[in-house]
């Protein structure tokens, strides 16, 4: 009972910041989102590698990936022109040289631990911010936009995990995630399916093949993140990858599906734009 609590209270909590950031300034949900990075990096640290690695991973990938994110996101923003992503994009080469002066250390655990907190981490983070962006993405950009995704994710996870303990028989990924199952990941997608039908029927968004379209992309990606990182919990013997948030785990347990789903929606937005 009081593990409920928590994680309800937590949950709301949770809800309200990202919600009220993104209606009140881009820059205040960027440095929402550029806390989350942050801790984000720190627990795939600790997923993806030893503990002997961890103390030399940690400040570098702190720093070089937070870097990433810095210069992703104000592009996003438009602080700052997007002739800076070029200087973001040598960043993925440093693990390289960086290899070349720790003797000690195993050159593909720095690139596998810098690269997947890069990719699944530093990279979505910023990419949410371009959901603001209306040279991009036209006229659907804003922060109405970034709230209808992130409830997309979020219907789809909590429908998921209902349907599962209901009707949940067939097993998705057993050796993966015993407890989700096909029945689980169906209801998520029809709920996503749901919620755009409800923003289509009063609003006019966006047509709503493109609106369920973006559903599907995020129910399946969403599935793909959770499991990515049910993977590497399972890996490193963790039952979550933080304690951050009380009742739901850490910040990876919170973001996975949307981490994920990021930048395949992004890209299905830009491919679908002027159809």
């Known amino acids: 009972m009081n593990n409920f609590i928590s994680r309800t209270l937590s949950g709301i909590v949770f809800v309200v910041l990202i919600v009220g950031s993104i209606f009140i300034s881009p820059f205040l949900f960027m440095g929402l989102m550029f806390f989350v990075n942050i801790v984000g990096i720190l627990e795939m640290n600790k997923l993806a590698s030893s503990e002997k690695d961890q103390p030399k991973q940690f ?54 631990s810098f690269w997947i907190s890069l990719f699944y981490v530093s990279i979505p983070s910023g990419l949410l911010l371009y959901f603001y962006n209306n040279q991009i993405l036209g006229g659907i950009a804003g922060p109405y936009l970034l709230l209808f995704l992130l409830v997309l994710i979020w219907a789809n996870d909590v429908f998921a995990y209902l349907t599962g303990i209901w009707l949940g028989k067939n097993r998705l990924f057993e050796r993966i995630s015993p407890k989700k199952s096909w029945e689980g990941a169906a209801g998520g997608l029809i709920m996503t399916l749901v919620v755009s039908w409800i923003v289509y029927r009063f609003s006019e968004f966006m047509p709503f093949w493109r609106l369920a379209g973006m559903a599907v992309v995020v129910a399946v990606s969403a599935i793909f993140g959770d ?4 993977m590497l919990k399972r890996q490193a013997g963790v039952k979550d990858s933080g304690t951050l948030i009380p009742g739901h785990g850490g910040v990876l347990d919170r973001f996975d599906a949307t981490f994920f789903a990021t930048p395949f929606v992004f890209v299905y937005l830009i491919l679908t734009s002027g159809l």
Request: no cysteine; aromatic share 20%.
């Open 59 to 112: 400040s570098f990938n702190v720093i070089s990936n937070s870097l990433f994110f810095i210069l992703l996101a104000l592009a996003g923003l438009g602080v700052i022109g997007y002739k800076w992503l070029a200087a973001a994009f040598l960043m993925v080469y440093i693990p390289f040289f960086l290899a070349l002066y720790l003797p000690k250390y195993a050159a593909n655990r720095q690139y596998g």
């Open 227 to 230: 499991l990515i990182e049910s």
